[in-house]
């Protein structure tokens, strides 16, 4: 196909330090101008806009997806290939995503000189892989010069270019066991929502045999930093950072800043515009603001703004606490003096974190302090930094958490710092779930003149005391001196509902560990036990 005679736009390439010293060092190639606007005319001149108000319009290009394309198709080598073998493209909601992973498959297919191609769109399910496929399929029966040169098939979400043997189709979703593709391009929509990496690992390599194969994901961001995405967006920031770590690799990330969840920026147009090229075209800023308006009323909400609409990796999938509230509530401990002190004791199994939560009622102005205290077995400590991706050792040398000898979690030690903890700080209560090792270190403690109680961690007894520290929170009625494994265990706590509409942390759905605020729940349970009658406390069983 032809390319059209205007001239190649100038302000394409968002250009960075590392970019240009790469250039210069030849690590990476200049953009070929030429190239560039071979492809920025193909999606100007040849696509059409399929929906809503631009449908039927001319596709124009926004700067963003000039940036995009540019780098992936104008950066070529000596021999005339493409520079880059694998992209990932990170962006909000909103952008324009699915039609430009849409003019990217048809211009592979057609344009991009590549004989008997093999273009493959793919996502966590088929009907996801569709979306692209049907913006593809409306782009090319709006194009007068696509229609007559392709093939759509429906009934096989296929479109076929005759004159070169090639093809675009959806994978279906039992795709990593196919074996024998001869991949061009593979097209990954929405990276994030994949279960697991089978079909990235088995697609992945499948273009060894071409010329200049091309892996591009489009995505926003995630949850889950042990995913396939996680990967592909820290391989990405590296890229970014230092283009000669993977010369072949190119990266390109619209995000507002990790911090903007704990500052209260995400509030503001500034770090709107940041994470949304788009603004203004796709969507207005009208409709943003209404959104951040919304989001101010709960956490969960406030977790999907910040995902959806600023593509901000947050720490599990429903966020609990608010980020601002929690890090309002970081100030100093007031003294405990002769106040009462109840805690909760959370024994995970006898190789991970153990947490005590430390809970100290003000009555002066209903508010709350707590301190908490963690352990963990010592030659576990570098294995669990590595697996759950945080530095436990670094805590360590800080002293936020303790360690017990060996690779299991030390009773003896444990007790005896427990038992201390509670003389110190005049504990009138200590609440724990019986289960794993909680019966053998109750009576241990009870020996010692602690009062233990025994508390389960289910929904009807874990709703009250979890509602209770949130609605402080909101209040800004708690402090917790900002401990970081503290604060860390609230950016990670999800909760899970049970029949009965009670709420509880789930260690399930969390994504990572959340063992001081199941801890501080029991804690809570356990003063508000001692403030009602028995009778009014049924959960609690004593010892």
């Not at 929405?190 to 591009?216: F, N, S, V």
């Not at 009602?532 to 959960?539: A, H």
Request: charged share 25%; glycine share 8%.
């Amino acid at each position: 196909m032809g390319r059209s005679k205007k001239s190649p736009p100038t302000n394409w390439q968002i250009s960075s330090p590392a970019i240009k010293a790469a250039e210069k060092a030849g690590i990476i190639p200049k953009i070929d101008e030429g190239r560039a606007a071979q492809v920025f005319d193909f999606f100007e001149s040849i696509l059409r806009h399929s929906k809503g108000q631009t449908a039927g319009k001319p596709f124009t290009l926004m700067p963003w997806q000039k940036n995009v394309l540019g780098n992936l198709f104008g950066r070529v080598k000596p021999d005339k290939t493409r520079q880059a073998r694998v992209g990932y493209i990170e962006l909000p909601k909103k952008q324009g995503k699915s039609t430009t992973l849409a003019g990217i498959a048809l211009y592979g297919l057609v344009a991009d000189g590549e004989q008997g191609a093999e273009i493959y769109g793919a996502a966590c399910d088929r009907e996801q892989a569709g979306i692209i496929y049907r913006e593809a399929a409306a782009m090319v029966r709006s194009s007068p010069a696509l229609s007559r040169v392709l093939e759509v098939i429906d009934s096989r979400k296929t479109i076929i270019h005759k004159a070169s043997n090639s093809f675009y189709r959806v994978l279906s979703a039992d795709a990593f066991r196919a074996e024998g593709l001869n991949i061009h391009m593979l097209l990954f929509d929405e990276l994030h929502a994949q279960r697991d990496r089978r079909l990235w690992d088995a697609l992945r390599y499948g273009g060894a045999a071409r010329r200049q194969p091309l892996i591009l994901s489009i995505t926003t961001a995630g949850y889950d930093r042990k995913s396939i995405c996680w990967e592909q967006h820290a391989y990405a920031e590296k890229c970014i950072a230092d283009p000669a770590f993977d010369p072949t690799f190119y990266g390109c990330i619209y995000a507002a800043p990790p911090e903007c969840a704990v500052d209260g920026s995400w509030k503001t147009p500034k770090v709107w515009k940041i994470a949304n090229p788009s603004l203004g075209e796709t969507i207005t800023e009208e409709s943003f603001a209404a959104d951040a308006r919304e989001a101010e009323q709960s956490p969960t909400k406030l977790n999907s703004f910040l995902r959806y609409r600023l593509n901000v990796w947050t720490t599990q999938d429903t966020r609990f606490f608010k980020p601002d509230a929690w890090a309002a509530c970081g100030g100093p401990l007031r003294e405990f003096g002769d106040r009462p002190v109840y805690a909760g004791l959370d024994l995970a199994s006898t190789y991970d974190l153990t947490a005590l939560v430390l809970v100290c009622p003000d009555p002066e102005d209903n508010s709350l302090d707590i301190l908490p205290f963690f352990w963990i077995p010592e030659s576990n400590a570098a294995e669990r930094s590595h697996r759950d991706k945080v530095d436990y050792l670094g805590w360590i040398r800080d002293g936020h958490i303790r360690v017990t000898d060996g690779n299991v979690t030390d009773y003896t030690v444990l007790h005896r710092d427990i038992a201390a903890i509670c003389q110190q700080y005049n504990v009138r209560r200590l609440a724990v779930d019986l289960k794993f090792n909680g019966q053998m270190l109750a009576n241990m403690l009870q020996g010692d003149g602690v009062d233990v109680v025994g508390y389960p961690q289910g929904g009807r007894a874990m709703s009250a005391p979890l509602k209770t520290l949130e609605n402080l929170v909101l209040a800004g009625k708690v402090r917790h001196a900002g401990q970081p494994v503290f604060s860390w265990n609230a950016s990670n706590c999800a909760v899970a509902e049970d029949r009965h509409g009670n709420i509880y942390p789930s260690k399930v759905k969390s994504t990572e560990r959340i063992d001081g605020i199941v801890a501080c729940c029991e804690g809570i349970a356990a003063w508000m036990g001692a403030e009602q009658q028995p009778s009014g406390t049924p959960e609690i069983f004593f010892i």
